[in-house]
């Protein structure tokens, strides 16, 4: 089997001025993935090196440079799953570490457990070694000035329901040589978001989903749409029934917006190492290895 890559970073509008650094942030996170793939590592280190890559980078809403909640906080979802086991490894809401998809994978490799929340998901991350950081540390200052903006606009009190815009997510799906697919997902979530919200990135089949039977897929966008229609198993479901890459992405779009007005990108490997995006947002950030084995990374609109 010929392995493939691809990586998003996040959907929605985003911001000319950051197109550039989410071009190099989404190549980077495909160029750690691929050369793990082609060392003929699997498709689950290839996701997770790809993952805490973005997450490194302040660009994305992921690890540092995530988005602050209602009260200045960092709290970060993350997934990951293996589809040759079906087994998963996730944590919501966990503070202070940066890499919450390598703390995902802990979970996968070191527990029978499959989520762990907040509080009781970072004493995991110090049992295991993990260095835990000041949310200093995730903070970038975007995020803050974005904050304090926020702060002042009287509609977003929080008696005042809102549709917070998503942000930077990130993802990766990948197969390997061995034909096993992976997918992984990262989030600080949507700003603003009140403490303890937990959206679609570390929820089975919501925010990630794979299963060497079909495939594996990793979702982007507005997580309350995205949770409502189990948005990344819908996506492989539709593989299982026939459909192509390409047909069964644009399929899991159309459907969220159909039944429930909902936004977002996903994006899809099969298991015969076929890839693809879809999207019904104004941009999304995605990279792939192309068949020649270039590395093409595109701000899609
Ligand atoms: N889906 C993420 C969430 O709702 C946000 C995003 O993808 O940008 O937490």
Same mark, same amino acid.
């Given at each position: 089997m010929k392995p493939a890559i691809i990586v998003h970073g996040g959907a929605w509008k985003i911001a000319e001025d950051t197109h550039a650094d989410h071009i190099?942030?989404?190549?980077?996170?495909?160029?750690?993935?691929?050369?793990?793939?082609?060392?003929?590592?699997t498709a689950l280190d290839a996701v997770e090196a790809a993952v805490s890559a973005m997450e490194d980078d302040p660009t994305f809403d992921a690890g540092i440079g995530s988005v602050l909640n209602r009260v200045g906080e960092i709290e970060m979802d993350a997934i990951?799953? !293996?589809?040759? /086991?079906? &087994?998963?490894? =996730?944590?919501?809401?966990v503070r202070g570490i940066i890499n919450p998809v390598r703390l995902a994978r802990l979970i996968v490799r070191d527990t029978d457990h499959s989520l762990l929340v907040a509080e009781g998901a970072r004493r995991f991350a110090e049992l295991k070694?993990?260095?835990l950081c000041a949310e200093a540390e995730l903070t970038v200052p975007r995020e803050v000035e974005r904050f304090?903006?926020?702060?002042?606009?009287?509609?977003?009190?929080?008696?005042?329901?809102?549709?917070?815009?998503?942000?930077?997510?990130?993802?990766?799906?990948a197969i390997d040589a061995n034909g096993?697919?992976?997918?992984a997902t990262s989030t600080g979530g949507v700003h603003y978001k009140l403490p303890g919200r937990v959206g679609d990135s570390p929820l089975v089949g919501?925010?990630?989903?794979? !299963?060497?039977? /079909?495939? &594996?897929?990793? =979702?982007?966008?507005?997580?309350?749409?995205?949770?409502?229609?189990?948005?990344?198993?819908?996506?492989?479901?539709?593989?299982?029934?026939?459909?192509?890459?390409?047909?069964?992405?644009?399929?899991?779009?159309?459907?969220?917006y159909d039944r429930v007005s909902g936004y977002g990108g996903i994006i899809v490997v099969d298991s015969q190492g076929e890839i693809a995006f879809a999207y019904n947002t104004?941009?999304?950030?995605?990279?792939?290895?192309?068949?020649?084995?270039?590395i093409q990374a595109r701000i899609k609109g």
């Open positions: 190099a942030g989404t190549r980077a996170a495909v160029a750690a993935g691929w050369a793990l793939l082609k060392q003929g590592e990951i799953m !293996d589809g040759e /086991t079906l &087994a998963l490894g =996730a944590v919501a809401a070694g993990m260095r304090r903006a926020l702060q002042q606009k009287k509609d977003y009190h929080l008696s005042e329901g809102f549709t917070p815009d998503p942000m930077d997510t990130v993802g990766a799906v096993n697919v992976a997918a919501a925010g990630a989903y794979a !299963d060497n039977l /079909t495939g &594996a897929a990793s =979702a982007t966008g507005h997580g309350e749409s995205i949770m409502r229609v189990v948005l990344s198993k819908t996506t492989t479901d539709a593989l299982g029934q026939g459909m192509s890459a390409q047909e069964a992405a644009d399929y899991a779009i159309k459907y969220m104004p941009h999304m950030a995605v990279a792939w290895v192309d068949s020649s084995g270039e």
